[in-house]
């Protein structure tokens, strides 16, 4: 998903093995490669509980953190290394957002699961831009 974004960082992150991103935990990953049809059994998994939404956001925490991790060279200067920091706060935040009300609604006009899978890829290219180009 990541490597034809088009983003600083995001060719690097395909080339990552995903279990070594957020702990080798298979939900992080699982929820990374999901395809749009998963989308609404993760929101009825989920839930609205409170404690449920604070473990999340440990998880996308944990994953970030990895995801610079895994951009970091050993002979990064600071600034690099904050450079990755930011470029994996970009990156999580554009996979949280695919299930968000927001993007369930664009995608949930869709018919089709074909359709709704491609609206999703859509919305993924024209976040990538925005966020590449800047968010003026």
């Known amino acids: 998903m990541f490597g034809r974004l088009g983003m600083p960082g995001a060719r690097r992150v395909a080339g990552c093995s995903w279990g070594s991103l957020g702990g080798g935990r298979p939900g992080v990953v699982l929820l990374v490669r999901s395809r749009v049809g998963a989308v609404e059994g993760y929101h009825r998994t989920v839930g609205n509980t409170s404690a449920v939404h604070a ?14 991790q ?7 200067t600071p600034l690099a290394r904050a450079d990755h920091r930011l470029e994996a706060a970009q990156l999580t935040t554009l996979v949280r957002l695919t299930t968000s009300q927001e993007v369930r609604t ?3 006009g869709h018919s089709t699961i074909a359709a709704q899978e491609k609206a999703i ?3 993924i290219n ?11």
Not at 126 to 136: F, Y
């Open 126 to 136: 024209h976040a990538a831009t925005r966020m590449r180009n800047g968010l003026d």
């Open 106 to 108: 664009l995608i949930g």
């Open 55 to 68: 473990r999340l956001r440990r998880m996308w925490d944990e994953f970030e953190v990895a995801l610079a």
């Open 70 to 76: 895994a951009l970091a060279d050993a002979d990064d």
């Open 121 to 123: 890829r859509d919305w």
